[in-house]
């Protein structure tokens, strides 16, 4: 029982592809014919497309342009609209600068429809519609920067026409703008004076209306006044107010003093004697207190000296104090009843003042419930008078703008001169923008086409896409080394590719090699020929088998017959002595491919071709196979399967990476031994990324003399081995 084998790794993703500037520049080096006729008719096509174009002059005229408005500021123009600037209003002259209500105008005064018809149309009188789209599509209109200029500019082949044209817009636009204006004006007028004279009907109702409730309630007021006259005036008023604040502040103050007063009296009689003098001002009760004080104190001393109370001054003195006691009581009581007395008064004036106010307040209200009516039509009466007057103003404004030119609206700053030179065609930015855009198309059709291109371009193609090593860079035009001998300029290239093969061995017993590609003519003959020649070249015995039986052609470059070959081996007709054939070359030998048989696969995979193959293997160094295309008949298949090593040929740009890609797979299918892939036919010249993988051989023989390779070769320099 066969061991079970562990499934195949898969394979590493393919690096990315970023291209490099060197890329672009091979791009446009290869495809440089392209470039050069896109550029070339381009420039060819712009310049005498420039050059047969009628010539066009121009004449431009700068008008200013305000925003409606009166011309009278203040008067029918609102202030905040005076000096306003709408950011749309340019575009919107524009627009109406383009429409018919102007440029029909224009037309019918210059007759354009019947100018225009003989000059451009054999005489045929145009339409007004016809006429208006080529004017539009002669014109141009343009802001002039930070001002409020629009410039407007008439492109024609008649340098007058143009100017007149342009001046002529001019003046078009500056009557529409007039005209609808004075309309707009006319038709506001007849509103307001529609409403006036409905206003002044109105006025005249309410007026009759106020004038009769005057005289029917016998109001009396002045022109100004909006309510019924109060029964006081505000000053009284005010000081009817003032005065009931005091009273009432003295009220407070009076009433807070006889309470106290009392309050001291009923609870201690003798102290309100010590207190009173203090809160009222009386001279006689004060008088009286200091009398009876001084007869106290005689009273005091005249106990202490006679000691005795029927003493007459004793009884004289004590009946004096007695009399003020019963005075002071008296003048108190007196003063008491004099606050309070004081205090009624007070009360009855802030009473008094109360009841002036209230009844002042009721009166008014009353009448102003009685008039009201005839004050609300006299207020209407003001407030529509007013309004009324308003109107009568702005009518005397609007009048007095249409009396008034308004010309100031759209004024022409600079009149249209005739052009001294054309501005159109621009002969010089026309052809230079015509280089421009051949070059650009050149180079963007070369590399719309090489991306199109899906051949082998680069070994980076090579190594990213198939996954393999490039043993060798061939370049163009290399002929037969069999020819050209072992110094041909060529050979370097096919001793790298020796060395390169060799160093992709893993045995050295391994020395049948088969060299095929996808598809025919891309140049694996001549590889397998001058490789077998390098290899003879430097020692090895070594062997040529034209194995392609459908179409040989080694025989012709080696000029010898085709009537022995390998199909006489394989059907045992001649032995290997017979078939192979000496050549020019040392060291090497030739196989013809011998008569075709009915079934080339057949012999291909007999024994009889295994036993070939083992024997050549112990005779020669080295034996190569030339084959048919993989991708075209089974016999390179099978040799794949057969030899040791495998290397493919693929033509520079020639079939696509599919194609290549599948001869490959193929190989590996059968189990051939793939070493590696071949680039052919590469043009050095045009390719200076391949310098590096064989430029160094063509510089270093290409600058020698021939004594000086000749002297290189006899030392041994000539067949160094060189490897990328």
């Keep these: 029982m066969e061991p079970i084998k562990p499934p195949a790794p898969a394979p590493a993703a393919p690096p990315e592809a970023r291209l490099h500037f060197l890329d672009y520049w091979r791009v446009i080096r290869i495809r440089k014919a392209i470039i050069i006729t896109v550029f070339l008719i381009t420039a060819i096509i712009a310049t005498a497309v420039t050059f047969i174009l009628p010539e066009s002059y121009s004449s431009t005229a700068k008008i200013k342009v305000e925003n409606d408005g009166g011309i009278i500021q203040g008067m029918s123009t609102p202030a905040s609209t005076q000096f306003g600037y709408d950011p749309f209003f340019i575009q919107t002259t524009f627009e109406i600068m383009q429409s018919q209500l102007v440029l029909s105008n224009v037309i019918s005064t210059m007759n354009l429809n019947d100018v225009w018809g003989k000059k451009y149309f054999n005489g045929e009188t145009l339409k007004t519609t016809e006429t ?94 909006m309510s019924p006259t109060p029964s006081l005036e505000k000053d009284e ?56 004080h001084e007869a106290q104190r005689n009273m005091a001393g005249k106990v202490v000296d006679y000691n005795a109370t029927n003493n007459l001054n004793v009884v004289r003195i004590q009946k004096l104090i007695d ?43 009353e009448n102003a419930t009685k008039f009201q009516p005839y004050y609300a039509e006299k207020r209407k009466l003001l407030e529509l008078g007013d309004s009324h007057k308003m109107l009568g103003l702005k009518i005397t404004a609007l009048i007095t703008d249409m009396e008034i030119p308004t010309t100031s609206m759209v004024q022409l700053t600079d009149a249209a001169e005739p052009g001294k030179v054309p501005v159109k065609p621009n002969k010089p930015v026309n052809i230079i923008l015509g280089l421009i855009f051949g070059l650009v198309m050149g180079i963007g059709l070369a590399f719309f086409i090489e991306y199109l291109d899906t051949s082998v371009k680069t070994i980076d193609d090579v190594e990213r896409t198939f996954q ?181 040929v693929i033509q520079y740009r020639r079939y696509p990476q599919p194609m290549t890609i599948r001869a490959k797979q193929m190989i590996e299918k059968v189990g051939g031994n793939f070493v590696g892939m071949v680039l052919n036919n590469i043009n050095m010249s045009q390719d200076e990324g391949y310098y590096y993988y064989s430029g160094y051989y063509h510089d270093y023989y290409y600058s020698r003399t021939p004594s000086e390779q000749e002297a290189d070769a006899k030392a041994g320099k000539g067949d160094t081995d060189i490897s990328p």
Excluded at 326 to 349: H, K, M, P
Excluded at 567 to 583: D, G, H, P, R
């Design 132 to 225: 208006l789209e080529i004017l539009k599509g002669r014109m141009a209109l343009a802001p002039v920067r930070n001002t409020k200029l629009i410039a407007i500019t008439v492109y024609s082949d008649d340098k007058n026409e143009a100017a007149a044209l342009a001046n002529q817009i001019a003046t078009a636009y500056q009557n529409y703008r007039v005209s609808n204006l004075r309309k707009t004006v006319e038709s506001g007028l007849n509103a307001l004076m529609a409403k006036y004279l409905e206003e002044s009907n109105i006025l005249e109702t309410i007026q009759t209306n106020v004038d009769y409730m005057r005289s029917s309630m016998k109001i009396i007021d002045d022109a100004t006044s």
């Design 237 to 292: 008023l005010r000081r009817i107010n003032e005065t009931m604040l005091e009273d009432r502040k003295r009220y407070m103050e009076q009433q807070e003093k006889l309470n106290s007063l009392k309050a001291i009296n009923e609870s201690n009689p003798n102290k309100l004697r010590d207190v009173l003098p203090n809160l009222v001002a009386d001279s006689e009760l004060s008088s009286m207190l200091s009398q009876l």
């Design 323 to 365: 009399t003020l006691d019963q005075q002071i009581n008296d003048r108190i009581a007196g003063i008491l009843a004099g606050l309070e007395t004081e205090l009624g008064t007070t009360r009855a004036s802030l009473n008094s003042l109360s009841n002036q106010v209230a009844t002042a307040k009721t009166m008014d209200f």
């Design 468 to 648: 393999a090593p490039v043993l060798g860079v061939i370049p163009q035009n290399i002929g037969y080394l069999l020819e050209e001998g072992a110094e041909s300029k060529h050979a370097e290239a096919y001793r790298v590719l020796r060395t390169n093969l060799l160093f992709s061995r893993q045995d050295e017993k391994l020395n049948t090699i088969v060299i095929v590609s996808a598809g025919a003519g891309e140049g694996k003959s001549t590889t397998t020929i001058n490789l077998a020649t390098v290899f003879s070249q430097a020692g090895n015995r070594v062997l040529i088998v034209d194995s392609d039986l459908r179409r040989p052609t080694l025989h012709k470059l080696f000029k010898v017959a085709n009537n022995l070959g390998l199909t006489n081996y394989l059907l045992k007709q001649n032995t290997l002595v017979e078939i192979v054939q000496t050549t020019q070359v040392p060291n090497l030998d030739f196989m013809a491919s011998g008569k075709l048989p009915n079934s080339a696969m057949g012999i291909l995979g007999s024994a009889q071709m295994k036993e070939m193959i083992t024997e050549l293997k112990q005779r020669y160094d080295f034996i190569f196979f030339d084959s048919p295309p993989i991708l075209g008949v089974s016999d390179a298949s099978i040799l794949a399967s057969e030899v040791d090593l495998v290397m493919q």
